[in-house]
């Protein structure tokens, strides 16, 4: 009997420990259950963390930023197409450096829709006085494009802190003591490959979550656009001085309906004689420039300075490019010492900011360019200054 009433109580001592177990079981399982969609949501919200040396942003530059990014975001997307009226966040700002170790003299802030982060706005000195002037007291206005926003998305979801720096070639990220490309001034197709060079032995101490939104708006409606109807983006400038020849090509074929004209036709037919480096590295004189607008049945002159926001209207809606000339603020010496540019169009935003559209022949987007303002900032921290114009194409 003894030995009965032992058996009989181990198996209610192993029938309680098993309840017991069961019990632990269960409630663990539940705390697990409960933390997964915390992760999926920590997950979903990764950060771009991009180091700087420091976070020091002049109080002006951020007031336009944060003043003028939905306006300018709801006015791109209607002009590229891509989306309506919608809900748009100004990202903290950071900086990209050059290779020797100095600010770019930019601020950079994404503009994220959701959580993708679409555009970039570019926040840069106004006018020449103000790329040379105290960056305390400089006046600054904005620009915006899609410029490196893919880029930033990748970095984003991997979670992995960068460094952003330029060249005459493009835009570099380093993180994690390698170096690569993610935006080239280059031709996809150039067999020489742009050189990346080692990023400068500097102290970047700071870290910004530049995907953690400083200000939140819900975009009005553009309140007019105005475009070139046919202009497609249809070959950018590599490694050459071709500038004007893109520009040329991008409004004939525009003003055309065409697809007919190529910026290296074009020099071709202007530089016969030059064959090599010599044909590769020629510019063209805004004389050329005029003299071949005519040879094709246009009539285009040469104005001696930025043009007006009521004149680009009445251009573009003449179906009439115009196309920029600009010469760099630091120094005019170099291949790039001057650049030409097309303009696209125009709109009116919501916040009835005016500004004129426009397209660099480096980049695969065009841009957005306050008409108050003559400065365009371009890769390797340079801004160039719009001194004239020629419209009639």
């Known amino acids: 009997m003894i030995g009965g009433i032992i058996f009989n109580n181990t198996k209610s001592l192993l029938k309680s420990f098993t309840i017991i177990l069961f019990s632990l079981i269960m409630a663990l399982s539940g705390l697990l259950t409960f933390s997964t969609p915390n992760q999926a949501q920590a997950a979903s919200k990764a950060s771009l963390k991009v180091k700087v040396s420091n976070t020091e942003v002049p109080a002006n530059a951020e007031q336009q930023a944060e003043s003028q990014f939905s306006s300018y975001a709801q006015a791109l997307s209607q002009i590229d197409k891509s989306g309506t009226n919608g809900e748009y966040k100004l990202g903290k700002p950071f900086k990209i450096y050059k290779f020797n170790g100095q600010e770019d003299g930019n601020y950079y802030f994404p503009v994220l829709q959701g959580e993708h982060i679409k555009y970039v706005l570019t926040v840069t000195p106004k006018n020449e006085n103000d790329v040379n002037a105290d960056k305390n007291s400089a006046n600054y206005s904005v ?28 835009y570099f990220a380093e993180h994690n003591h390698k170096i690569e490309m993610i935006k080239q001034t280059k031709l996809a197709d150039d067999k020489t490959a742009p050189s990346t060079p080692a990023a400068p032995k500097m102290q970047m101490n700071k870290t910004v979550d530049a995907s953690q939104p400083i200000s939140q708006q819900r975009s009005v409606a553009t309140k007019y656009v105005n475009t070139l109807p046919h202009f497609q983006i249809r070959e950018t400038q590599g490694n050459n001085g071709w500038c004007a020849g893109f520009t040329m090509a991008a409004l004939l074929n525009a003003t055309k309906n065409t697809n007919q004209y190529r910026a290296q036709d074009i020099m ?43 004149m680009v209207d009445q251009y573009t809606s003449d179906n009439k490019g115009i196309a920029i000339l600009s010469e760099r603020v630091e120094s005019t010496n170099g291949l790039h010492g001057r650049h030409a540019m097309a303009v696209v169009g125009n709109a009116v935003l919501a916040n009835n900011q005016k500004v004129i559209v426009f397209w660099n022949p480096w980049d695969s987007d065009v841009s957005l360019q306050p008409v108050d303002s003559n400065i365009i900032p371009v890769s390797d921290g340079s801004h160039f200054r719009w001194f004239a114009s020629i419209p009639g194409y």
């Open 143 to 170: 620009r915006i494009s899609k410029f490196i926003a893919d880029s930033l998305n990748q970095y984003r979801q991997a979670n992995t802190p960068i460094t952003i720096f330029t060249n005459k070639d493009g």
């Open 268 to 310: 071709r037919t202007i530089h016969p004689g030059l064959s090599g480096q010599r044909f590769q590295f020629t510019g063209l004189t805004p004389d050329e420039m005029i003299q071949y607008g005519r040879s094709q049945g246009k009539n285009p002159t040469y104005y001696n300075s930025m043009p007006s926001y009521d």
